[in-house]
């Protein structure tokens, strides 16, 4: 199945090279895969990954373990930011 992944700020620096001019990377990933293994998957430090969506949808650090990702779905992730 595929997942697109959008990675900002200092999180983009995960991403390939090519990937980088839009944020985004479309992964194929098998079916049950869930936010958390993404981020695991991709070596994203867990504390860097402080805002996460699934299509535009908040999912808190205790529900990723178990939120399940579905064909089709964009998982975007910021990490804390700071600024005045």
Known sequence: MRVALKLYAS???H???QAR???RL???VEPGVTVLDLIERMQLPKRSCHLVLVNGVYVPPDARA?????H???L???PPIAGG
């Open 15 to 17: 991403l390939p090279p």
């Open 66 to 70: 178990a939120r399940p990702l579905a």
């Open 26 to 28: 479309e992964l194929d």
């Open 72 to 74: 089709g779905d964009e």
């Open 76 to 78: 975007a992730i910021w």
């Open 21 to 23: 001019r839009d944020n």
């Open 11 to 13: 999180l983009a620096d």
